[in-house]
């Protein structure tokens, strides 16, 4: 094959198009403003909940969602184990942030749109996306409700 040919052959990288640069800057954006937002809630250990999580007062056992806000302030200030401990589902939800954050900053400030997204944003289907956050959400919750169990039946 001759240098001037081209091949078939999909490329993973292209030229972002401006729209594309901005709307990667504004989703950068917002997930930079949700981990400052985090990290002043826990640097200035600002309350969020006006109290105990009901269910957990009433059946003794963390709700699906206990334990995130912790999580997710923990993985900010760099304590990543630690998040992965409280509450796996808000840190497996945080790591996706800040991949995604990588590739808007990829995007953003270098102009390199990578064609995979094509094929995240167009063919999965919103269900799929609501599909995948309710197992992450369901696994985060079956760790913690076996340890609450486990600390439940030890203590």
């Not at 985090?38 to 206990?66: D, K």
């Amino acid at each position: 094959m001759q240098a001037s040919q081209h091949s078939n052959r999909p490329k993973f990288t292209r030229p972002a198009t401006p729209r594309r640069r901005l709307a990667a800057a504004l989703v950068l954006f917002a997930i930079v403003a949700f981990f400052v937002l985090l990290w002043a809630v826990g640097h200035f250990r600002i309350p969020l909940t006006p109290g105990a999580c009901g269910f957990e007062q009433r059946y003794n056992l963390p709700c699906p969602t206990c334990r995130m806000t912790t999580a997710a302030i923990a993985f900010v200030h760099g304590h990543i184990l630690h998040s992965f401990y409280t509450q796996p589902a808000a840190a497996i939800l945080c790591s996706a942030l800040v991949l995604a954050a990588f590739f808007a900053f990829l995007t953003a400030v270098f102009g390199v749109y990578f064609s995979f997204f094509d094929r995240l944003l167009s063919q999965l289907k919103l269900w799929h996306w609501i599909l995948a956050l309710l197992i992450i959400l369901v696994a985060g919750w079956v760790v913690t409700l076996a340890r609450a169990i486990a600390e439940n039946t030890a203590g």
